[in-house]
């Protein structure tokens, strides 16, 4: 079995969550020992966390912080990283470029989960910085896969959703407003939705008529994949 390194804390319950999900994803066909998992909890300052969410400014400080832990975790020996967060993999090419072993990305592995599933429209429910950023544009339109993005209220909403989730704070009614998002993009002819923040998967949001997707749950199982090749 490989060792991977989880650049994690962003937020905090999500990043536990997809460490279970790698534990127990890694039990299903390996049932002699637990796999080695180094986490990183990185220490991002609250001031900046919000900035990043409510403001849409992903700042070069996110960076610092990134570059630093990738190392710190490159030198405990692990075989491979991952980062269990879309907004900041606007900084993925600067990680990977300041480490010598593998780095998967949310990105790739949600793109590569759209095509084997034979999705031709995806809505993107996200924070309002991955939207700004661009994210997910250049990969899915290499990938020729279509995409819509909630309209400007709904990115706000969805914005302080996402900040009650990493602060601890599940709401039924934060539940509620997802699923009106989800309904909305299905009714512009959206074939799935995904879950494109982590933390968004808290809340379980889910529909009868179209496929709802965490991309935190593709990155675990690519991530369980690469642990047990």
């Known amino acids: 079995m490989k060792s991977v390194g989880i650049i994690g804390g962003l937020g905090p319950e999500t990043s536990a969550e997809f460490y279970l999900e790698v534990v127990f994803g890694c039990q299903k066909t390996n049932t002699e020992h637990r796999p080695l998992i180094v986490m990183s909890s990185v220490p991002i300052s609250y001031e900046l966390e919000n900035e990043e969410i409510i403001n849409h400014n992903i700042a070069d400080a996110s960076k610092e912080y990134l570059v630093k832990e990738a190392k710190r975790l490159e030198s405990t020996g692990v075989d491979f990283l991952v980062l269990p967060c879309n907004s900041l993999h606007v900084f993925i090419k600067e990680i990977r470029d300041s480490v010598k072993i593998p780095v998967l990305s949310i990105l790739e592995e949600t793109t590569n989960f759209i095509k084997s599933n034979g999705f031709k429209k995806v809505g993107l ?105």
């Open 125 to 229: 429910i996200t924070t309002s910085a991955t939207i700004k950023y661009k994210i997910y544009d250049k990969i899915l339109k290499a990938n020729n896969i279509d995409f819509i993005i909630p309209n400007d209220s709904q990115r706000a909403e969805m914005d302080r959703v996402i900040q009650r989730l990493t602060n601890g704070t599940r709401l039924d009614a934060d539940r509620t407003a997802i699923m009106s998002v989800i309904q909305d993009l299905k009714s512009q002819g959206a074939d799935a939705v995904a879950l494109a923040c982590t933390d968004l998967q808290l809340l379980k949001p889910s529909d009868n008529e179209i496929v709802v997707f965490d991309t935190m749950r593709v990155l675990a199982t690519s991530t369980v994949e690469n642990i047990l090749a």
